[in-house]
């Protein structure tokens, strides 16, 4: 069978070359290996750096994927920014959801909630926010602006779009070779 | 191309170009009957479709605000996307599976077949099996569909093999890669299938039959059919008398228009039909057009459906290659003893990462979904698709407060299950679950309903003016020259996907409508 190469298929050449302006640092430091530094979050406009990190903690605590590193969720939950900036009632949902995270966790466990040890203390923390519009916000936003990352895709084994390479017809449509004889 | 006048009150105007309104057209055009559709949607060509699940939905879908209500979960995980359904031209043709199997004969009687089930407002059709079969072999021809007039059936791709060999240990017998209105082999100017794997999507190949290029351009090519885009339909008007006289829709700009008609043919699926009699009422049809009956809207059905989606030890690909083409009909039977009425099929079914995340089960978070997400290579899938029973009180009315950008109520789609909707789904899962488990799945998922794809009989055909909206031929009991060409005619749903007795009774109406025409009835 075609197993599907995991890497990404986008060139990081395309990163570092010209595209800067719109590919952000985490992009960059992603390709190059380096890792995601703390300054993501700093040419926040409208939100804080502390609250888009946590707002990143919390997304990988909803959809945990050991395989993606952070940049992936900082592009899933970054977009926040510009829509907190341009409405001040998804800014004050935002601000206020993650000051009651914070401070729940503060009362549970002494700490924000991005320094609460273990996921499955966190997760706790998240489950008495479930039916709120703050985590149901963030999370339905997150279902589409994680998993529709074309970059994601090949860790998920999926190829994408296939009529440009003329299908599957040649490439593996019907290669599957563990089935028992029928 | 024709471009026929606003008073031309010559034309039959047609309003959808999907299965339904999309074939008409084309049959009528073809009997030298002036045509004139009008389509909500854009125009957008096969070239322009993209591989690319949330993009095409932007393109491709119809998403203007509806309201929902009801058990259904849909309801709950997406109010206001009850169906999904295409606003273009070639209607849901652009975006269906393709899958083209005939109604059983007991399955136009479900009255008789059936009996009396409470809660369900079951009625006969009109029609027959035997009095449909030629319109479904002209269909069959019309569409290409496989395993019918000698073509040969698709090949099997990663994600039917995993399904068959399940079947087979399960001991069903009736597995095989479908009855598809798609090209196995080049045929009616159409390539043969390149296993793209995006049907959903538009298919770029042009294999699959849509009515946005192969009936529509026909239909054109005659001179006789002009396709208006962008064009809604709000309101349809009438003559002191009480026929129909045209139609007033919104254009391109927004700009009102009125195109009158000799007759007019509603076929813009089974949520908007009903909405555009409902909005037509007037003095003379206060409960909305041609709703005498009180059943205009009613008896909305959706099929019962569900997914059943299996991660296996080793890799799947279920992506790859055509999205439907493969089938377990053994269930398809009435076989109360199984503690249901009616049958269901099991299809092949596969979505992409993107939509797998939002559809496997809606708002679930956590590990133990992302262990399913990650598991996605792994991964085969079926559809789960059944007769659901006909209920009154499942019902498309006009919401009492949304209205659309041009001031008209918008949509409300009510819907809960039936107890044998329950049980045949109950019973689907189960058995969904054996076929992979019988070649070692470790897990399987039982995946709740997307929002509705088949959406019918919210304007049903009856024999008697009292039961239901439209006779024999889709005309409306109380209105001559208005028509019904979509699958909100349906008395009810089979076990089977629709299109393929849409597009048939489109054909049948065709020659209906022109005959009536000639003889001046209409």
Known sequence: MREVDRRSKYDRRVFLKGAATTVPAVAIATSTGLGVSDAWADDASTLTPATLKTLVKMARDIYPHDFLGDSYYITAVKPWDGKAAKDPAVKSLINDGVAQLDQAANERHKVPYVQVSWENDRVALLQRIEQTPFFQKVRGDLVVSLYNQKEVWPKFGYEGSSAEHGGYIKRGFADIDWLPKA | ?522
Not at chain 2, 150 to 164: H, Q, R, S, T
Not at chain 2, 446 to 473: A, C, I
């Open chain 2, 1 to 522: 191309m024709a471009k026929f006048d606003l008073n031309d009150s010559g034309v039959v105007v047609i309003v959808g170009s999907g299965a339904g309104g999309g074939t008409l057209g084309n049959e009528l055009a073809q009997k030298g009957v002036k045509v004139v559709i009008l389509e909500a949607g854009s125009r957008i060509e096969l070239q322009d479709f993209v591989n690319d699940e949330w993009e095409s939905f932007t393109q491709l879908a119809w998403s203007d605000m509806r309201t929902t209500s009801g058990s259904w979960r849909v309801a709950k995980d997406f109010p206001n996307l009850p169906a999904w359904i295409v606003k273009a031209v070639g209607g849901s043709t652009t975006h269906w599976a393709g899958a083209s199997l005939r109604f059983d004969e007991h399955e136009f009687k479900v009255k008789s077949a059936y009996g009396d089930i409470a809660g369900a407002n079951l009625l006969d059709w009109p029609i027959t099996l035997a009095e449909m079969e030629p319109w479904y072999t002209k269909a069959e021809d019309k569409m290409g569909v496989t395993r019918t007039n000698g073509i040969a059936g698709l090949p099997g791709n990663n994600n039917f093999k995993v399904m068959e060999a399940g079947a087979k240990k399960l001991g069903y017998k009736t597995v095989h890669t479908g009855n598809m209105a798609i090209n196995s082999e080049p045929r009616d100017g159409r390539g043969a299938c390149q296993q793209i794997g995006f049907c959903f999507q538009g298919c770029k190949s042009g294999a699959k039959w849509s009515t946005l290029y192969t009936e529509i351009p026909r239909g054109e090519a005659t001179g006789n059919l002009e396709v208006r885009p962008n064009s809604m339909v709000i309101k349809i008007e009438h003559d002191a008398s009480g026929k129909v006289t045209g139609v007033v829709y919104a254009d391109e700009s927004g700009a009102m228009q009125r195109q009158k008609a000799r007759v007019v043919a509603v076929a813009g699926n089974s949520i908007e039909s009903p909405r555009l009699l409902l909005n037509s009422a007037s003095n003379m049809f206060p409960n909305g057009l041609a709703n005498s009956s009180g059943q205009v809207g009613r008896n909305y059905m959706r099929h019962m459906t569900g997914s059943v989606y299996a991660a296996f030890e080793k890799s799947v690909h279920m992506y790859r290659g055509t999205t439907m083409a493969g089938i377990i009909r053994d269930e398809s039977k009435n076989d109360p003893k199984r503690g249901f009425v009616g049958g269901y099929e099991m299809e092949t079914l596969s979505i992409g990462v993107p939509f797998m995340a939002a559809f496997l089960n809606p708002g679930a978070w956590g590990r133990s979904f992302t262990s399913a997400m990650e598991s996605y290579p792994r991964m085969a899938g079926m559809w789960l698709v059944g007769e659901d029973m006909p209920q009154e009180t499942n019902r498309i009315t006009l919401d009492p407060k949304a209205k659309d950008k041009f001031g008209m109520p918008v949509a409300s789609v009510h819907f809960d299950d039936h107890p044998n909707d329950v049980a045949m789904r109950n019973h689907a899962y189960k058995q969904g679950a054996a076929v992979y488990e019988a070649v070692g799945a470790t897990v399987t998922y039982p995946t709740p309903p997307y929002p509705s794809t088949h959406n019918l009989g919210t304007n049903r055909m009856s024999e008697k003016p009292k039961d239901g909206v439209v006779n024999k031929f889709g005309q409306t009991h109380d209105v001559k020259n208005l028509f019904i060409s979509d699958g909100s005619q349906f008395t009810s749903g089979a076990a089977c996907n629709p299109t393929l007795t849409i597009v048939s009774l489109a054909i049948r109406q065709a020659d209906h409508i022109a005959g009536a025409m000639q003889r001046k009835e209409i």
